[in-house]
């Protein structure tokens, strides 16, 4: 093709409404876009009132009235003029934002791409004063209008005159729906206002401010629906500069997909891979394959320490120790789920004064605590790695090596009784015994279909699948015998070279003492080539390789890598699976509640290792309703 010579063109400034344009570009992709400003600067002006109304999903119209500060007369084409705000008056506010806004191009970039009309009010003001401009130009001067105090800003025909950027839009339903989700991340960050939205002249949200504890669970439950409200803990925790508080949903209610998370910094809702992945790790050990966890979640910082204006929309924030924030949110959320176990009434975050000590052999006679059992654990481990390594092809050359496991034990006999620990008291409940004695999962009765173990406790009916406790059970108990072993690393016959480019083999040099911590030692011998000497034991059998691959590409893009150690559990929960209860097996009474009290202490007791609940319950009234008693 032939290339067309050009004429030199001039360099030269662009004209106010060019500007406005450009920008508005950035700001303004939608209703739901300026909707989101809007009512940022509202919450930034005092506002404990919010009215929206909107109509044909924003397209033709949308209206923001507040109760806010206002703003004088003298000030309202200011207002309108690029990057005039009240918010930042230094360059080192830049750097500490505390509000929402704090650019000024917001109304001047709507105000470019549509008719705007600006009404507002202060305090000691006579009357209220009204402005408009369209398509970037003023159309009238600041002149009187009734008001009270607040304002109001009416946005008509969004991108009237760029027909252009007006064809990208979808359907009215659409842009109705993003709209609404703006209005429910504002509902969700600031409680103490009171928010109304009408469409078409049909109001569709409505909230009331939210000052105590039941009224913002209330409030949770009207954004975020009932089913997630029943099922869902709230927390709270701090530290010197960071706090993280919010409810997170139950693992039991995962969703198909992430419409149902909310994460705000500093009252601002943000996306953020970084705090994504920090969940995602959290949950990863109790949730089903391919689910998403819901969560509602307010994280603090102090200002100083992220920087907000790294995106046009401020939907993004940059973290200035994000690996600290990461680790923060993984270590709190995980907790959090830790503890939820049938005995907690409440969750609340382990201290150093409630943590509990780990179970001795001695306090749980014949229980997974025992020497006893422990030996026998660790037999079935190794049986276990035997059989995996029998089933999985070598990669490597080490398949002709010993494996000589850190689990070292005698034998089980899968066919004796199982012994889960002492009830520590009658396992039989008697008449006359009173409610407030029996255990939160209660006495067993029976077992159905050599499956479920059918119990009876305070409420009434609690049915638990015996393979997925005692399988949950197992796999807590070899997490932390690996914990307390630390990892064995074995050495290989044949040491494994593997090409890799420069970057990688700058971040396996750097991160040598991490892959050593988790049982590798890597050397690197040249410009873009690494040896591997040694491995974990658990992992043998594993595809070093691209384990090896994965986890450096991982420490090159965040810092850190979670490969490695997945890895090593994902085996751990096979061994689990195929070390614990099978189906059909007859448990005596005395072995169903020693299962059940296991449960009851055991962390993350409520699924099993793949993400399936253990355990439900049924209350008496529901029972009742079955029956039609009491009617």
Not at 460 to 467: A, F, K, P, R
Not at 587 to 594: G, K, P, Q, S, V
């Amino acid at each position: 093709m032939k290339h067309t010579q050009t004429q030199r063109r001039e360099i030269r400034p662009l004209d106010d409404k060019l500007i406005n344009q450009i920008a508005a570009g950035e700001v303004v992709e939608r209703p739901a876009s300026l909707l989101k400003e809007l009512l940022e600067n509202s919450i930034d002006g005092g506002s404990s009132r919010i009215e929206i109304q909107a109509e044909r999903g924003g397209l033709k119209r949308i209206l923001v009235k507040d109760n806010g500060f206002g703003i004088p007369k003298d000030q309202l084409a200011l207002a309108l003029s690029r990057h005039a705000t009240s918010k930042l008056t230094a360059i080192e506010d830049l750097f500490s934002v505390g509000t929402l806004g704090f650019r000024g191009e917001a109304l001047p970039s709507i105000a470019a791409v549509s008719r705007l009309t600006l009404q507002s009010k202060v305090a000691g003001q006579d009357s209220g004063y009204e402005i408009s401009i369209h398509g970037g130009k003023p159309a009238s001067s600041p002149k009187p209008t009734p008001h009270h105090q607040g304002t109001t800003v009416e946005v008509e025909d969004l991108f009237y005159n760029t027909p252009a950027r007006r064809k990208f839009l979808r359907t009215e339903k659409t842009e109705l729906n993003h709209c609404d989700r703006v209005i429910r991340k504002i509902a969700l960050s600031h409680f103490d206002v009171e928010i109304s939205f009408t469409h078409d002249g049909k109001r569709s949200f409505h909230v009331l401010p939210a000052v105590n504890e039941i009224q913002r669970e209330k409030r949770i439950a009207s954004i975020c629906g009932k089913p997630f409200a029943s099922q869902c803990i709230h927390f709270e925790d701090d530290v010197e500069v960071m706090s993280l508080s919010g409810w997170m949903g139950l693992p039991v209610f995962s969703r198909s997909q992430r419409d149902l998370q909310y994460f705000f910094v500093n009252g601002r809702a943000v996306s953020d891979n970084l705090v994504a992945h920090a969940v995602r790790r959290a949950y990863s050990d109790v949730l089903y394959h391919g689910r998403h966890p819901a969560f509602v979640l307010f994280f603090t910082i102090d200002p100083s320490l992220v920087d907000v204006n790294v995106h046009p929309a401020k939907s993004e924030v940059r973290f200035r120790e994000s690996r600290a924030v990461h680790d923060y949110i993984y270590r709190t959320l995980h907790r959090t789920i830790a503890q939820l176990t049938p005995e907690s009434s409440e969750v609340r975050l382990p201290t150093p004064k409630n943590i509990p000590p780990p179970t001795s052999g001695t306090s749980r006679p014949g229980g997974y605590g025992s020497a006893a059992t422990q030996q026998n654990i660790k037999m079935l481990v190794r049986e276990q790695l035997q059989t995996y390594q029998a089933m999985t092809p070598a990669t490597h050359g080490s398949h002709e090596q010993p494996l000589q496991s850190h689990f070292d034990g005698g034998g089980i006999n899968p066919k004796t009784p199982l012994k889960f620990g002492s009830t520590q008291r009658s396992d039989a409940r008697h008449d006359d015994q009173d409610d407030q004695d029996i255990p939160p999962l209660g006495y067993a009765v029976a077992q159905l279909k050599g499956v479920y173990i059918l119990a009876e406790n305070r409420e009434g009916l609690i049915m638990v699948d015996m393979h997925a406790a005692h399988e949950r059970i197992t796999y807590e108990m070899l997490k932390r015998q690996m914990d307390e072993n630390q990892i064995n690393s074995q050495p290989l016959l044949v040491p494994l070279q593997i090409n890799v480019s420069n970057i990688e083999a700058d971040a396996a040099e750097s991160f040598s003492a991490q892959f050593k911590d988790l049982g590798f030692e890597i050397d690197r011998i040249g410009e873009q080539k690494i040896v591997v000497r040694s491995v974990p034991e658990l992992l043998i059998r594993a595809d070093i390789e691209r384990l090896i691959r994965d986890a450096l590409a991982d420490l090159i893009e965040h810092g850190s890598s979670d490969r490695i150690a997945d890895a090593q559990l994902e085996i751990l929960s096979s061994v689990a699976c195929h070390g614990c209860i099978r189906a059909n097996r007859k448990l005596e009474i005395e072995e169903m509640n020693a299962l059940l009290r296991q449960m009851e202490t055991v962390e993350r007791s409520g699924q099993c290792n793949h993400g399936r609940p253990t355990w439900m319950s049924v209350s008496l009234s529901e029972i009742d309703k079955w029956f039609m008693r009491g009617r």
